[in-house]
């Protein structure tokens, strides 16, 4: 838990992705007073961990969906309105990555790699904005990552799935504002997760030697900026990508 404390009492947040940085997020968005609803294929990792704590049973619902899946995001996002009337936050934490070089990557994983990193984002968005527009205010946060902004060498499937991110949330936070709907990015660079296990156990130092700080980050690290750009304390905020990588240039 992230000691930051924000009003978000009465607000209705869809968040995908439950684990890592995902799961840290759902659990600071309960504290401050919102009910999550989590979308996601794997829910077994995060439904264990909330539902061990009565404080989180009565505020989080689960959809077990493929967020790449247009139509299976459009019902969620259905079901959502119907039970909530809804939807004040938008949070696309989803993304997979296999390293590989071009030469390795196949044509199935490079669209795999897009259509549940950057297809999801366009899907979430293209279905909550109506609702959005009608309620003249929201807030999206979609994660893009550090490899979007400078490169992978070893996951041009990634990074050019990531950069996408930053272009769709410039243009969409343009597109929108005129509602009052803010449209922000967050970039990490390696945060201890499922994700970067690999990264950081086989290549510690070298990876160390890059970030100033001279630490990984944890996903408790990303949740204070998450919870400032969806409470009234980020209403000036949008069309923006915001760095958390220890100093990581």
Same mark, same amino acid.
């Given at each position: 838990?992230?000691?930051?404390?924000?009003?978000?009492?009465?607000?209705?947040?869809?968040?995908?992705?439950?684990?890592?940085?995902?799961?840290?997020?759902?659990?600071?968005?309960?504290?401050?007073?919102?009910?999550?609803?989590?979308?996601?294929?794997?829910?077994?990792?995060?439904?264990?961990?909330? $539902?061990?704590?009565?404080?989180?049973?009565?505020?989080?619902?689960f959809?077990?969906?493929?967020?790449?899946?247009?139509?299976?995001?459009?019902?969620?996002?259905?079901?959502?309105?119907?039970?909530?009337?809804?939807?004040?936050?938008?949070?696309?934490?989803?993304?997979i990555?296999?390293?590989?070089?071009?030469?390795?990557?196949?044509?199935?994983?490079w669209?795999?790699?897009?259509?549940?990193?950057?297809?999801?984002?366009?899907n979430?968005?293209?279905?909550?904005?109506?609702?959005?527009?009608?309620?003249?205010?929201?807030?999206?946060?979609?994660?893009?990552?550090?490899?979007?902004?400078?490169?992978?060498?070893?996951?041009?499937?990634?990074?050019?799935?990531?950069?996408?991110?930053? $272009?769709?949330?410039?243009?969409?936070?343009?597109?929108?504002?005129?509602?009052?709907?803010?449209?922000?990015?967050?970039?990490?660079?390696?945060?201890?997760?499922?994700?970067?296990?690999?990264?950081?156990?086989t290549?510690?130092?070298?990876?160390?030697?890059?970030?100033?700080?001279?630490?990984?980050?944890?996903?408790?690290?990303?949740?204070?900026?998450?919870l400032?750009?969806?409470?009234?304390? $980020?209403?000036?905020?949008?069309g923006?990508i915001?760095?958390?990588?220890?100093?990581?240039?």
């Open positions: 838990m992230i000691d930051f404390n924000v009003n978000l009492q009465g607000e209705v947040a869809i968040v995908t992705g439950a684990g890592g940085i995902g799961g840290a997020i759902i659990k600071d968005l309960i504290r401050n007073g919102a009910f999550v609803i989590v979308g996601d294929v794997k829910l077994d990792k995060i439904k264990k961990e909330i $539902g061990e704590d009565n404080f989180y049973k009565d505020k989080i619902s959809l077990q969906i493929d967020i790449s899946d247009f139509h299976q995001v459009t019902e969620m996002i259905n079901k959502t309105i119907e039970t909530h009337g809804k939807i004040d936050i938008l949070i696309n934490t989803v993304g990555l296999r390293e590989s070089s071009i030469l390795e990557t196949s044509k199935d994983e669209d795999k790699t897009l259509h549940i990193n950057l297809d999801s984002v366009f979430l968005c293209k279905g909550v904005i109506p609702y959005m527009v009608k309620q003249k205010k929201g807030k999206i946060v979609n994660f893009t990552s550090i490899a979007g902004q400078r490169g992978s060498s070893l996951s041009v499937h990634y990074g050019s799935s990531k950069a996408g991110i930053i $272009g769709f949330t410039m243009s969409l936070a343009k597109e929108v504002a005129r509602y009052g709907i803010n449209v922000n990015a967050i970039a990490p660079g390696i945060i201890k997760s499922d994700m970067s296990k690999k990264k950081i156990t290549a510690t130092e070298k990876y160390l030697n890059q970030i100033p700080l001279q630490r990984f980050g944890e996903p408790e690290d990303i949740v204070g900026m998450v400032l750009l969806v409470s009234r304390a $980020g209403n000036y905020v949008t923006q915001i760095n958390i990588n220890g100093g990581m240039g």
